[in-house]
């Protein structure tokens, strides 16, 4: 059974909504026969890197809220991590661009590392306060997941992987996702956002006993 999940590293609900579906994973019967692919999507492909700015003025900039607002919120999605066995370090966050993390994430996923690679990079931004964007840090994380030093610097350096990236994100437009975390269980039933891990876990029981779709 095959789940595909279109999600970005600078989304802290796809990181819950990772943990969450691992969680329903964890209690599928049927878990060694589900096969994971990750797909690509920028939530806002124009993000400018701003390892500066905190966190709590740049949500109340892009949402046109106060900072209190902005504060109110963090704690509550910090909170939610919580709850779910994650710690959010929105104190030491780095605003950054994701499209090379994305790029890096490809790369992984050619060499099936693709879900160690999600799990770090959002470790990386969320938890450890690390620019996401910078290439020696994406370098790193790299080196972290298995890869050749040699292998990530020459993909990152050049354009490699960056068409992966759009078709994903291209792909995400044609069958009308605008947010996520999306996930597709067997090409037929669609999950939108963190939801908790009961509905996951009816959602993958009702995939398995519809079983493969019709082609």
């Known amino acids: 059974m095959k789940i595909a999940i279109w999600s970005d590293i600078r989304c802290p609900f796809c990181y819950i909504g990772k943990r969450k579906f691992e969680h329903a994973l964890a209690q599928f019967k049927h878990k060694d026969n589900v096969e994971v692919e990750w797909h690509s999507f ?52 780095k605003i950054a661009n994701s499209f090379n993390a994305h790029r890096l994430i490809q790369l992984a996923k050619s060499l099936g590392l693709a879900d160690d690679a999600e799990e770090r990079l959002f470790a990386a931004h969320f938890t450890d306060g690390k620019n996401i964007a910078n290439l020696d840090t994406l370098i790193q994380i790299g080196i972290e997941l298995g890869i050749e030093k040699a292998i990530v610097t020459q993909m990152l350096t ?28 067997n090409q037929k039933h669609t999950i939108s956002g963190a939801q908790s891990a009961d509905i996951f876990l009816k959602a993958l029981n009702q995939g398995w006993l519809e079983g493969e779709p019709q082609r």
């Open 42 to 93: 920028e939530l806002d492909p124009q993000a400018k890197t701003q390892p500066e700015k905190n966190a709590y003025d740049y949500l109340a900039e892009v949402k046109g809220q106060s900072k209190e607002w902005s504060m109110e919120m963090h704690q509550y999605i910090k909170d939610t991590a919580a709850e779910n066995g994650l710690v959010f370090n929105f104190d030491e966050l």
């Open 158 to 185: 050049i354009d490699s992987f960056s068409d992966e990236v759009r078709y994903d994100e291209k792909t995400a437009q044609s069958i009308g996702i605008s947010g996520v975390p999306f996930f597709i269980i």
